[in-house]
């Protein structure tokens, strides 16, 4: 089937899902995850074969923990689901509303987008946690995965699929397209009409061929070159756990620190305590030479390596000789992701978040917050880096436009 027909059955089962009751969206919502949990075994299987084929394909460690599942990951990903069913439905909410003084009622309320596209790599919980926002918010998902996931992608789709059909609701609301062919990337990322916004999650390639090449409108989800900023009032204790959590509690996601920036005043106090950390736990300091200093295990830094997301169990690290200096390196080489301040002091702190430029600012936290299950928007669709619509992660409401309602009694305009 083309991509242009699934787009039809997708702009069909969209107008169904937009006069859906929340119970019904609720209710579809615990059958997929029940679905999920009862063929947990057919799934792990599909997953399997990826996992062989990425293993001879030579993919990273990092794809490879991406593309897995397991039992407590599958179950985790249908908690999701249900988790996504008990919070409020965003569509008909009203965002604003008033009575205008010629008597005229004016309510600017939610609406779902129509259809949404999503085009995603190696991450099969993508395929649900996109799936299921989409539904809750009223929106027809079609789905384009990668090649190294197709079985698992089409095994997760097939038990939503009968779920969601189950539950009285068109199995067209969930669709996923061919993998193997470049030519349905091009053809969704045409389908302007058909396709209400696009919204791809991925490597920085993948992004910037969906934003610079698709005639549909895109939501821009950013790669993570993701700072910690270790500031000259900083509890160094603290700035020890909240630096390796940030960049050690899992490498391959787009929250984790990638770039470490150390004030000069407390850079022979920190850094020796977070170099040994780091060495424990076999992450790679790419360094300056004020960082080198401190152990010979510290790799030369380049210009490329304060720009890169490693995904991998690598870290830049420079010493930076002032707050100012700070923010201007992070606003030249991060992507507008996650940026974080360790400081005890409130200015330097206000000051950090206000000329950060990212969609997340952390103070005295992890990076790793930056999600929306942490908070406590349920599975998100991904991280806008973007500043138009939509910033940060994108949960149910972001998934929605919205549209004026305006009642009269016979107004006509003079």
């Known amino acids: 089937m083309s991509v242009t027909e699934q787009a039809r059955r997708a702009r069909e089962a ?17 059958a997929m995850a029940d679905a999920l949990v009862a063929r947990t075994p057919e799934i792990l299987t599909a997953n399997e074969a990826d996992l062989a084929a990425g293993r001879e394909a030579g993919l990273s460690a990092a794809i490879l923990d991406r593309l897995k599942l397991d039992g407590p990951r599958v179950a985790g990903i249908a908690e999701a689901l249900r988790q996504m069913a008990a919070l409020p439905d965003p569509v008909g909410e009203v965002v604003r509303g008033s009575t205008l003084p010629n008597g005229l009622e004016l309510r600017q309320v939610r609406v779902p987008f129509g259809v949404v596209g999503i085009i995603y790599e ?15 918010s009223g929106n027809a998902a079609l789905l384009r995965g990668s090649s190294s996931a197709a079985h698992s ?27 193997t062919s470049r030519d349905s990337v091009k053809e969704l990322m045409r389908a302007r009409g058909l396709v209400d916004v696009l919204i791809p999650r991925g490597g920085a390639s993948l992004i910037r061929t969906v934003v610079e090449e698709s ?16 500031d000259a009032a900083a509890d160094l204790a603290k700035a020890v756990a909240i630096t390796l959590n940030s960049k050690t509690q899992r490498l391959s996601t787009c929250n984790t620190a990638e770039s470490l920036l150390v004030h000069a005043d407390v850079a022979d106090a ?25 152990s010979a295990a510290v790799v030369a830094a380049t210009d490329e390596d304060h720009r890169t997301e490693y995904l991998s169990a690598d870290i830049s690290v420079a010493v930076v000789d002032s707050l100012d200096a700070a923010i201007d390196h992070i606003n030249r080489y ?12 409130q200015s330097a702190a206000r000051e950090f978040v206000a000329r950060v430029d990212a969609a997340a600012v ?53």
Do not use: W
Request: proline share 4%; net charge negative; aromatic share 4%.
């Open 334 to 345: 991060g992507t507008g992701h996650t940026e974080a301040i360790v400081t005890d002091s």
């Open 270 to 294: 920190f850094l020796p305590a977070v170099l040994a950390a780091f060495a424990e736990a076999g992450v790679t300091v790419h360094g300056t030479p004020e960082v080198a200093a401190h």
């Open 153 to 179: 992608n089409a095994a997760l789709v097939a038990v939503l699929r009968d779920a969601v059909a189950g539950a009285g609701l068109p199995a067209d609301a969930v669709q996923l397209l061919d993998a």
């Open 122 to 136: 190696a991450r099969p919980n993508v395929t649900v946690d996109a799936a299921g926002i989409c539904l809750k």
């Open 14 to 30: 969209a107008g169904a899902l937009a006069v859906a009751t929340r119970t019904a969206k609720d209710g579809a919502l615990h």
């Open 215 to 230: 005639t549909v409108p895109v939501i821009e989800t950013g790669v993570g070159n993701c700072h910690v900023y270790v």
């Open 362 to 414: 952390m103070v005295n936290a992890s990076t790793r917050f930056t999600d929306g299950g942490e908070f406590g928007f349920g599975a998100e669709i991904g991280i806008s880096t973007q500043k138009l619509h939509a910033r940060g992660p994108m949960g149910l409401p972001e998934l929605t436009s919205t549209k004026y309602v305006v009642t009269g009694d016979g107004h006509l305009r003079g």
